[in-house]
């Protein structure tokens, strides 16, 4: 059963370890493996999957949250080198499929709207036979990261792109602030004297599709309409069938 900001309710821990009973009712026995009350924060303070977390002003309470636990030990400069390539080799895929669709060879029409490119852009979206799925999971080799990988085919992949693209670009806003990290980014890149916004699915396909058009002489046509990837961003799994 899933909550509204989490992945779901954890189970009753079993009877007989937890309580004994007694002759005015139950007593709670603490488990051996109780944690301190801090022991979240003090996970999470040198977590730099919840420093971006942070930058992106995700709420403390979210499922993004849990997950950025369970990938603690997975390097996220490595992983934003590889979601990058990833959305590159998806952006050339969209493109191709978007010429050979468009009647004009590699003579694309100059008033080539955005909804024809969005439709197979959003194809990507719509499984996890993609690049950006079989770039992370060989990461995710801690015990943790291993319960991530296992779910990967039962998130919704627009959910999670997202949350990918949000973390990886967040990284490397931080180091570059900090001097660290690569010297250029082709999509994580950002202005220091501009307002700070750390970018999601949406102003990367924005970003993508602007790529689009410079790259084929068209005409940089506003995305109309605003792209919908028929989600709930709140939740992110694939909903069960009815």
């Known amino acids: 059963m899933m909550t509204e900001f989490g992945l779901g309710a954890l189970p009753d821990p079993p009877p007989a370890r937890m309580r004994v009973r ?9 488990l051996a493996c109780d944690l301190p009350e801090t022991a979240w924060y003090d996970a999470m303070c040198g977590n730099p ?51 050979a669709h468009a009647g004009d060879g590699d003579k694309p029409r100059s008033e080539a709207a955005f909804s024809a490119w969005f439709k197979w ?23 943790d990261a291993q319960t991530v990988a296992a779910l990967l085919r039962h998130f919704q992949p627009a959910v999670f792109v997202d949350f990918l693209i949000r973390c990886s670009y967040a990284h490397t806003i931080i180091e570059r602030i ?28 924005g970003r993508l599709w602007r790529r689009f058009c410079r790259s084929r002489g068209i005409e940089d046509l506003p995305m109309d309409p605003v792209p919908d990837f028929g989600v709930n961003w709140h939740a992110p799994f694939v909903p069960d069938p009815q």
Do not use: Y
């Open 178 to 205: 900090a001097g660290q990290g690569r010297a250029h980014s082709e999509l994580f890149d950002f202005v220091s004297d501009a307002p700070l916004k750390v970018m999601g699915l949406e102003d990367m396909t």
């Open 49 to 99: 999957w919840n420093a971006a977390l942070d930058l992106a002003r995700v709420p403390k309470v979210d499922w993004q949250r849990q997950i950025a636990f369970m990938l603690q030990d997975v390097p996220l400069p490595e992983v934003a080198v590889h979601v990058e390539a990833a959305l590159l080799v998806m952006a050339e895929l969209t493109t191709a499929s978007a010429i």
């Open 121 to 143: 852009w959003q194809e990507h979206f719509r499984h996890w036979d993609d690049p950006l799925r079989t770039a992370l999971e060989p990461l995710c080799r801690p015990a």
């Open 22 to 30: 007694n002759g005015r009712g139950e007593v709670h026995r603490p």
